[in-house]
C-alpha cells in the first residue's frame, strides 16, 4: 500500500495501485460535473416559453402564438371591432363562424350580431349598440395605442362609439393581453369607457355587453350536450341572470372536451356582474341589466355617466381543456381575482 503527499487535498489509500486516490478532491469534482451536467440537460430539455407576434393588416392585427394563428382582431366587422377566430389550446376554433363566414356549416344562422368576441351595449342614451343596422350604434376604431410581442402579446386600441346619424356618444380605450400554456390560451380584455362628449346613461337591458358566441357543438342545446356551470354552482338556464364572479362553458368540439370560462375581475364596473348566458351558445357579462335577470316588469333608470368621467371592466377569456374541474377555474378564478394591472388611462 503506497502514499504520496498531495497538498490540499485528502488521501485514501488505492489497494493494487502505485498511486493513491485523491478522492475528497476528485469525487467533488466529478459530482460537481455530473450535477452541472444533469442541469444543463434538464435546462436544454426544458419547452422555451410560448411567444407570440402581432401582424398588422389591411383589416387589422393577427395574433400568432410560436407561429400559429390564434386570434385575429378585427377593427369593423359590420357595426363594431371584434376578436375572430379565437383559437384554443389544442388548435381549435372555439367561437362561431357566423356570420363572418356567411355560409358556414354546422352553425345555426341566428343572431348575425354575436360576432365572435365584442363590446357593446343595447342602450346607450337611447341608442342600441347591439343590434346592427338600422339605427343601431357603430363603434368606430380610431387608432391602436400599444402593439407589443413576446412572451406575452398586447395590443391596445381607442374606439369612438356613434349614433346611426353619427353623432359622437362616448369614447373607449381597450387592452388585450394573450397568453398560454400547454394546457390553456387567455386573454385579458381591460375596457375603460370615457363620457368625452357629454353625459352617458345606460339602460337597464339584458342585451349587453361583454359578450362571446361560442362554438355551435358546445352549446348546452346541442344533441351532443354542453354544460353552462357559474361560481355558484348553478348549471345551464340557472345560471341566467345570475351575479357570478365566473361561468365556465363547456362542451365537444371536434371530439374533445373544451370550454371557455369568463372570469369577471374584483375592479370591474358592478362586480360581480349578471351573466346573459344562453343555452343556445350566447355568453355574455352584463354590468347594466337588471329587470330581466329579475324578471321585473318596469326596467330601473339605469347608470349614468357623468361627463368626463369613467367606468372600468376587466375579464379574462380562459379557453381550456376539460371539464371545469379537470380545468381547475375555481382555483385560476382566485388567482386571476389577486392580479394587479397596470392603469389603462
Known amino acids: 500500500m503506497h502514499f504520496r503527499i498531495v497538498p490540499e487535498r485528502s488521501l485514501v489509500a488505492c489497494p493494487g495501485k502505485n498511486w493513491p486516490c485523491e478522492s475528497t478532491f476528485d469525487a467533488f469534482r466529478l459530482f460537481w460535473c455530473t450535477c452541472l451536467s444533469i442541469l444543463t440537460l434538464m435546462v436544454c430539455a426544458q419547452p422555451v416559453a410560448a411567444q407570440f407576434r402581432l401582424e398588422k393588416h389591411a383589416e387589422g392585427v393577427r395574433v ?34 357566423y356570420p363572418m363566414v356567411a355560409d358556414s356549416e354546422n352553425e345555426k344562422h341566428d343572431h348575425p350580431h354575436h360576432r365572435s368576441l365584442w363590446f357593446t351595449h343595447g342602450d346607450v342614451n337611447g341608442t342600441d349598440f347591439w343590434l346592427e343596422g338600422g339605427e343601431g350604434g357603430i363603434t368606430e376604431h380610431l387608432e391602436f395605442t400599444q402593439l407589443e410581442d413576446g412572451e406575452q402579446a398586447v395590443l391596445a386600441t ?65 344533441e351532443d350536450g354542453g354544460k353552462i356551470i357559474n361560481s355558484h354552482g348553478d348549471e345551464d338556464s340557472k345560471a341566467w341572470g345570475v351575479a357570478a364572479e365566473w361561468v365556465d362553458y363547456v362542451g365537444p368540439v371536434d371530439g374533445e372536451t373544451l370550454g371557455i370560462a369568463i372570469f369577471c375581475h374584483p375592479s370591474t364596473f358592478h362586480f360581480p356582474n349578471r351573466w346573459h348566458v344562453r343555452t343556445y351558445g350566447l355568453f355574455a357579462a352584463n354590468p347594466f341589466g337588471v329587470h330581466h335577470f329579475l324578471n321585473q316588469k318596469d326596467p330601473t333608470a339605469g347608470v349614468d355617466l357623468p361627463a368626463g368621467e ?14 371545469t374541474e379537470e380545468a381547475k377555474v375555481a382555483e385560476l378564478y382566485g388567482d386571476y381575482a389577486k392580479t394587479e394591472f397596470p392603469d389603462l388611462d
Not at 410560436?66 to 372555439?94: C, E, F, H, N, R
Not at 369613467?310 to 371539464?323: A, I, M, P
Open 64 to 97: 400568432f402564438n410560436d407561429g400559429t394563428l390564434v386570434a385575429d382582431y378585427l377593427t369593423k366587422s359590420m357595426s363594431k371591432p371584434i376578436i375572430w377566430p379565437l383559437v384554443g389550446p389544442t388548435g381549435k376554433q372555439m367561437t362561431r363562424a
Open 158 to 222: 381607442r374606439n369612438l362609439w356613434k349614433t346611426a346619424a353619427g353623432e359622437p356618444v362616448l369614447s373607449d380605450h381597450r387592452r388585450f393581453t394573450f397568453g398560454g400554456d400547454n394546457h390553456a390560451r387567455w386573454l385579458d380584455c381591460e375596457i375603460v369607457l370615457t363620457a368625452t362628449h357629454g353625459p352617458v346613461n345606460f339602460g337597464d337591458t339584458k342585451e349587453g355587453t361583454f359578450g362571446l358566441r361560442i362554438a355551435e357543438s358546445m352549446k348546452v342545446d346541442h
Open 310 to 323: 369613467k367606468l372600468l371592466f376587466r375579464y379574462r377569456v380562459l379557453l381550456h381543456t376539460g371539464n
